[in-house]
């Protein structure tokens, strides 16, 4: 998924650590040949190539494995609570800022206006009972960027819980999951500055400050509002917490496309979650009621 992954675990067995860390490893490596969409091999590019416009004639729908179908599930939901700040169609978009990274020029409004045709949560439904997801434009494509490090997360956190070890940490690239706390607590820097008791929580971070180009004088982001089909141009760092690292992924994405106001909104109508947000333009820092991991004033 192209981050490091670190486990940390207590347990009284060494064989039974190794083992549980081999399966929460594999884990990671089978998720992602499902879910990458570098891979042109895995589940989810084959997915998508069955509805490429050059297709004459695509299928109604397909049917998808347990694991894709589960994050498939989740982004809809997502989407749909985020008014599709969250959109896993933003795909022709992020194709075109891969260029643009690249090339050091932004995308021409042609192309922009094309792949804004194929971008939107209405574009795809999906069925439960049949586990059968149904694209309803060609060219419409996934990416899973903002979700599947979180998922991947969690069901390793689950495995390593089959081995009846329940105080583990997965960190997936800054991306976090804890359980119960050891003896000396589980304390995680979130600011480069300080560390935070964390204990049975996700915490996901999105932002800017690393991850962009910069055209004609100004900073794009890597993350694409899908509404526009633009990089974010508000440096931003966002701390999401919340149960599960699902939650805390696709939230901490949605809540940087989203204005501050609109994303602690957002937010605090959900159970057991919370945001913080830094603009680092003017070090503005917005946080949810209930965020309790420092003490940093909010606007």
């Known amino acids: 998924m192209g981050v490091p992954v670190r486990i940390i675990l207590y347990t009284e067995s060494v064989e039974t650590a190794q083992e549980a860390t081999k399966d929460a490893f594999e884990c990671f490596r089978v998720l992602n040949k499902i879910m990458s969409d570098y891979d042109s091999e895995s589940e989810l590019s084959e997915f998508c190539a069955q509805f490429d416009s050059s297709v004459p004639n695509p299928p109604e729908a397909v049917t998808v494995s347990e694991d894709l179908f589960a994050v498939l599930k989740s982004a809809k939901h997502f989407s749909n609570i985020s008014d599709g700040a969250f959109d896993i169609t933003v795909s022709p978009f992020v194709r075109l800022w891969r260029r643009s990274r690249r090339q050091k020029e932004l995308p021409k409004q042609y192309y922009i206006?094309?792949?804004r045709k194929l971008v939107g949560n209405h574009l795809w439904t999906l069925d439960e009972p049949t586990r059968r997801i149904q694209v309803l434009k060609s060219g419409v494509?996934?990416?899973?960027?903002?979700?599947?490090?979180?998922?991947?997360?969690?069901?390793?956190?689950?495995?390593?819980?089959?081995?009846?070890?329940?105080?583990?940490l997965i960190d997936a690239g800054g991306d976090?999951?804890?359980?119960?706390?050891?003896?000396?607590?589980?304390?995680?820097?979130?600011?480069?500055?300080e560390t935070i008791p964390m204990e049975n929580i996700a915490i996901a971070t999105s932002g800017d400050r690393f991850q962009f180009v910069e055209i004609n004088g100004v900073k794009y982001s890597h993350i694409i509002d899908p509404k526009t089909g633009l990089g974010l141009t508000t440096p931003c760092t966002v701390h999401v917490a919340a149960p599960t690292a699902t939650e805390a992924d696709a939230l901490a994405s949605a809540a940087t496309v989203l204005k501050p106001e609109q994303a602690i909104a957002l937010i605090e109508t959900l159970k057991n979650v919370s945001v913080k947000i830094v603009l680092h333009q003017n070090n503005r820092i917005f946080q949810s009621q209930n965020w309790q991991f420092d003490n940093d004033s909010p606007d």
Request: positive net charge; charged residues 30%.
């Open 113 to 115: 206006d094309q792949a």
């Open 176 to 193: 976090i999951r804890v359980g119960k706390a050891p003896q000396d607590g589980w304390k995680v820097n979130l600011n480069g500055k």
């Open 141 to 168: 494509k996934f990416d899973l960027g903002g979700i599947a490090k979180g998922y991947a997360i969690d069901r390793a956190f689950e495995t390593i819980q089959k081995y009846g070890i329940d105080t583990v």
